[in-house]
């Protein structure tokens, strides 16, 4: 996949995370830019984070992304053309206090790669909102629930093991309130 200046950082990630798989290097899309895949661009964010799951060099890391065109600037990739950087933070790939978790292929066009599922990365944002009062992120995880399934069941479970039901209460009224605002025939305001 070739990136320009218009590519949205969705077709980076995915792009990034399939020369990475190409180059053997097992690593999982998480954070903003995986909620930007999940609302289909409604969240914009200006990196590119992956977990990698097993010890990796650095010198793989930089040859699987040359291939794109990015180059290693400290702790982080820099493309060119491309206004968004690619980092990977120090793993364990986990939620709040769950590791177990299990990985999604997203695609884009032929290029794959793994990221966060739907769930996972709804959590992710929850998890944000939970321990750092982050509004953003909240609104960003009923973004996420409102436009892909979801397992209510899990985020509930692991919610409460958060010590968050409260949170998550207040989630399921923030997707109310997305929901109400995106019905056909609904009045906006005046003023």
């Not at 290693?72 to 820099?78: E, H, L, S």
């Not at 959590?123 to 629930?145: C, G, M």
């Not at 019905?183 to 005046?190: L, Q, T």
Request: hydrophobic share 40%; proline share 5%.
């Amino acid at each position: 996949m070739r990136l320009t200046a218009r590519s949205s950082l969705g077709d980076v990630a995915v792009a990034v995370g399939d020369a990475l798989r190409r180059a053997g290097i097992r690593a999982v899309l998480t954070g903003g830019a995986c909620a930007h895949v999940y609302t289909r661009g409604a969240y914009a964010s200006h990196d590119a984070d992956f977990v990698l799951r097993e010890p990796c060099e650095a010198e793989d890391l930089s040859d699987a992304l040359a291939a794109l065109g990015f180059e290693r600037r400290r702790d982080r990739y820099i493309h060119p053309r491309v206004p968004f950087v690619v980092e990977f933070p120090r793993g364990p790939l986990g939620i709040g206090g769950d590791f177990r978790i299990r990985p999604v292929w997203v695609r884009r066009g032929t290029a794959r790669a793994l990221a966060l599922s739907a769930t996972d990365s709804c959590r992710d944002r929850l998890a944000a909102f939970y321990h750092w009062t982050d509004r953003q992120s909240l609104a960003v995880a009923a973004s996420i629930a409102l436009r892909n399934p979801v397992s209510y069941g899990k985020i509930r479970s692991w919610s409460r093991s958060e010590g968050q039901l409260d949170g998550y209460r207040e989630f399921l009224a923030e997707l109310a309130r997305a929901r109400a605002a995106t019905r056909p025939g609904r009045r906006k305001p005046a003023g």
